[in-house]
């Protein structure tokens, strides 16, 4: 591994990341591609404020990692070589050698947990690896669980195969279903021993995203009452604005329009894992990005038999990030957020008037963006005052009759509408559907409402089935799923990782030989426990 400048022990890290000159043979990505715009932010802050936004540093090295799994289509939509999966790559992507241009670094954020302030967290085990510039615009590329960094408290700043699988497939799956999330590059694997409930074994996943900013980093300068904070929290907002809200430079107000901002994508974030049954399971403010992306998984998972309070995270005893529970407690975050930004709205300290006024627009744009998803995947397309109500309707019986949410959406597609109110209960096509519901006369009463909704739009079967496969995926990483992949994967074999990598990226047609994947969960599935161990 001559060609690569490999991670010294933490102790000498004091080195200067931006003076590597040995050479590399990934002749396609030259060392001026790296633009690491946040290190170069961090560099300046602690140069005028003596205030940086983190540590610059290289991971601990991790014995004979393994590629369990690359995304070669975000590595092409990064551009580049189809080659690029090579030895030099799995010793930079297992947090062993950087290449030329990188300037690894843990970033610094607090936040709230659990609704209470936490004080400062940051990358207790990921690591910025740099900002690369790419056809789509920079990206960064972070890997997690490449070792201690100053923020690791008492953890060990690594992460577990078990944990790093569910986040390379789900990050990729998320993406492909349409919902912004943060992507997942690779994922390699080392005999390491961690330590958790039992020995497992090490692994990293490098994820990639525009930015990994999160409300935390907001909340850490607004609220650590040290000298300069404040002054770091406005390099801060600008810098943010500058790279990755470019439409709000120049406005008068640039803390209030980032929060319009960022409510708006977080109302449509919110709907959107609604509209999937997706349940991050850790909403705290550290795991928001400014972006609206879906960022940290850990113990997420996606609904089976519709329960509106389901609790996916096992550490959750109150449920406070259940399912129904997440619009609300996106817009608790938004709160901290907005309250981080109070010292640069002027006057806002006695009047955050402003301020709320922005805030409580999520009040009407989640609803906004909840009911557009709902009547998309009833395949409505005219907007009408009670398409709300047949929505929660539908809601409502699946709840009642513990129905698969996934499979009932996916049947509702098929679903026959056309012919005599009559036919439609005794039509054999529509019997898929209509077997889910225990309480068929319930089902038959909403059935007739719907039918009727679609034929007032002048709605077709067989375009409204299209359109409604667009929006209703027949594949989502079911934690069986995953369970299946991390056994065999633990015992060496990476090839069920591989296939449900491969099925997700297109989790909204039907693939030959996987119908089992898109059925209900076996029994044991309800015997899985996922927690923050991880
Ligand atoms: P999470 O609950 O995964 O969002 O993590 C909350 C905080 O704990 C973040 O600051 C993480 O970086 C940190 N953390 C979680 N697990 C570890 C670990 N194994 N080693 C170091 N820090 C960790
Ligand atoms: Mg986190």
New binding site residues.
């Given amino acids: 591994m001559s060609t690569l400048r490999h991670m010294p022990t933490p102790a000498d890290t004091s080195a200067d990341t931006g003076a590597r000159a040995s050479s590399h043979n990934f002749a396609a990505l030259p060392a001026e591609a790296w633009l690491n715009r946040f290190a170069q932010l961090s560099q300046d802050t602690q140069a005028r404020l003596g205030v940086p936004l983190g540590t610059a540093l290289l991971g601990e090295p991790l014995p004979t990692p393994r590629w369990v799994a690359t995304s070669d289509g975000l590595a092409r939509e990064l551009g580049w070589p189809a080659d690029w999966r090579n030895d030099d790559a799995l010793q930079v992507f297992s947090g062993n050698a950087v290449w030329p241009g990188m300037a690894p670094m843990a970033t610094v954020y607090s936040g709230h947990q659990f609704g209470q302030w936490a004080g400062q ?6 690591l910025l690896l740099g900002e690369v510039d790419a056809p789509q615009g920079p990206q960064e590329l972070q890997l997690k669980g490449a070792g201690m960094t100053p ?3 008492r ?5 577990v195969l078990r944990s790093s699988i569910r986040e390379f497939l789900c990050s990729e799956a998320m993406h492909a279903l349409g919902i912004p999330t943060t992507r997942a590059l690779a994922l390699t694997a080392s005999p390491e021993a961690v330590r958790r409930e039992t020995l497992e074994t090490a692994a990293v996943v490098t994820r990639v995203a525009p930015s990994f900013i999160r409300f935390g980093h907001f909340e850490h300068f607004a609220h650590s009452g040290r000298p300069r904070h404040h002054e770091a929290l406005a390099a801060l907002l600008d810098f943010v604005i500058a790279h990755h809200f470019p439409q709000l430079r120049g406005q008068p107000q640039p803390a209030l329009a980032l929060l319009d901002a960022v409510v708006q994508r977080t109302a449509e974030l919110m709907a959107a894992w609604q509209s999937v049954g997706f349940c991050h399971g ?1 909403m ?1 403010t ?2 928001m990005s400014i972006l609206g992306l879906t960022i ?1 998984y ?1 113990p997420f998972g996606f609904l089976d038999a519709f329960d509106p309070d389901h609790i996916c995270n096992h550490s959750d005893d109150r449920g406070r990030y259940s399912w129904n529970n997440q619009p609300q407690i996106g817009y608790w975050n938004l709160r901290a957020l907005a309250q981080a930004l109070l010292p640069l709205v002027p006057d806002a300290q006695d009047d955050p008037k402003a301020l709320t006024e922005v805030l409580q627009t999520y009040e009407q744009r989640f609803p906004q963006a909840m009911n557009a998803r709902w009547r998309a995947k009833l395949g409505l397309q005219a907007e009408r005052a009670e398409d709300v109500e047949l929505a929660i309707d539908y809601l409502r019986l699946l709840a009642a009759g513990r129905v698969d949410f996934t499979i009932a959406f996916r049947r509702l597609g098929g679903f026959v509408s056309e012919g005599s109110p009559e036919a439609l209960a005794s039509d054999a096509r529509n019997a898929p559907l209509r077997d889910l519901f225990l309480d068929r006369a319930a089902f038959d009463a909403w059935a007739l409402r719907y039918a009727q909704r679609l034929q007032a739009e002048g709605s077709t079967d067989a375009e409204r089935a299209q359109r409604m496969g667009r929006v209703n995926p027949l594949y989502v990483l079911r934690n069986h799923l995953a369970e299946t992949a991390i056994r065999r994967a633990q015992q060496g074999d990476d090839s069920e990782v591989q296939r449900l990598h491969r099925l997700l990226q297109n989790p909204f047609d039907a693939q030959a030989g996987c119908e089992a994947d898109a059925d209900f969960p076996p029994s044991w599935a309800q015997s899985i426990e996922v927690s ?1 161990s ?1």
């Fill in positions: 967290l940051g990358d207790g085990r990921a923020y690791s408290r953890a060990d700043g690594r992460a850790v705290n550290d795991n940290d850990g923050c991880s």
